[in-house]
C-alpha cells in the first residue's frame, strides 16, 4: 500500500534538547512538506522539499531544520532554538509541479517539551 | 500576504445540512481544495474546485465558489455524526507547490 508514515506518534522532549521527527513516503512524490498545527490557527508551513538535496523556508522555520537526502524522505528536526515546540507535526507528500497540488498527509506526530 | 479565513466553530443538527464558510485573498488560486481531519489524524482531501467552475457536486457534497467575492463554501447534505471533524478550506499560494491553509472549521453534531 502506498502512503506516508510519521514515526513517532507522541513525542516528549525536556528543554534545551534536540529532537527529529521522521516522515517517510513511498508514493514516488518529489515534493515534501512539514506543517505545525496549534488549536485555532490551522496549518503553518514549515519547510517544505520540491526535490532531492533542495528544500525552502516556510512561514516559520525558525528554530528548525531539515534534510531531503532521498526521495522517500524527510526528517525534522526541532532544536532548542524553538522557542514553544509543543504541537502537533504533520507531514506531507504531492507531485511537484503541477498547478493541482493534491497533498497527501501522514498521521502526524505531537510532540510535548516538559 | 496570502490569507485564508474560516470560522473556527459549527454546530449542525443530524440530518441536517451543514455549511462551511472560507474566504481567501489570493485570486491567482487555479484550484481550491477542502480537506477534513479527524481527531488525532492528518487531512485527507475531501475535494476540490477548479477556478472556472461555480459549483461543484459530489454526492453529499456540494462546493460553491464566488471568485468575486473570494468566498468558498463546502455544503454537506443530510450531516452524520460521522462527518463531525475539523474541516480545511485551502487554496494555491504564489508557487504551485505552496497552498495556504484556513484555520480549520471544527464541525460538531448534534442529536
Known amino acids: 500500500d502506498g502512503g506516508i508514515t510519521q514515526s513517532p506518534k507522541y513525542l516528549f522532549r525536556k528543554e534545551g534538547q534536540n529532537v527529529t521527527l521522521s516522515c517517510e513516503q513511498n508514493?514516488?512524490?518529489?515534493?515534501m512538506y512539514w506543517y505545525r498545527q496549534d488549536p485555532g490557527q490551522g496549518l503553518r508551513l514549515i519547510y517544505y522539499?520540491?526535490?532531492?538535496?533542495?528544500?525552502q523556508k516556510g512561514d516559520i522555520a525558525e528554530g528548525y531544520s531539515v534534510s531531503r537526502e532521498k526521495k522517500e524522505s524527510f526528517p525534522l528536526t526541532v532544536t532548542s532554538a524553538q522557542k514553544n515546540p509543543t504541537a502537533f507535526y504533520l507531514c506531507a507528500s504531492s507531485t511537484a509541479g503541477l498547478i493541482y497540488n493534491e497533498q497527501f498527509f501522514g498521521p502526524g506526530t505531537r510532540l510535548t517539551v516538559l | 500576504g496570502e490569507d485564508v479565513e474560516q470560522s473556527l466553530f459549527l454546530s449542525v443538527r443530524e440530518g441536517d445540512s451543514s455549511v462551511i464558510n472560507c474566504t481567501y485573498t489570493d485570486s491567482s488560486s487555479t484550484y481550491l481544495y477542502w480537506y477534513k481531519q479527524e481527531p488525532g489524524a492528518g487531512l485527507q482531501l475531501l475535494t476540490y474546485?477548479?477556478?472556472?467552475?461555480d459549483m461543484k457536486q459530489d454526492q453529499r457534497l456540494t462546493v460553491l465558489l464566488n471568485k468575486k467575492d473570494k468566498h468558498l463554501s463546502l455544503r454537506i447534505a443530510d450531516t452524520q455524526t460521522g462527518d463531525s471533524a475539523i474541516y480545511f478550506c485551502a487554496g494555491g499560494g504564489s508557487s504551485a507547490s505552496k497552498i495556504i491553509f484556513g484555520s480549520g472549521t471544527r464541525l460538531s453534531i448534534r442529536p
Open positions: 474546485i477548479f477556478s472556472n467552475m
Open positions: 508514493l514516488n512524490h518529489d515534493a
Open positions: 522539499s520540491q526535490i532531492v538535496n533542495d528544500f
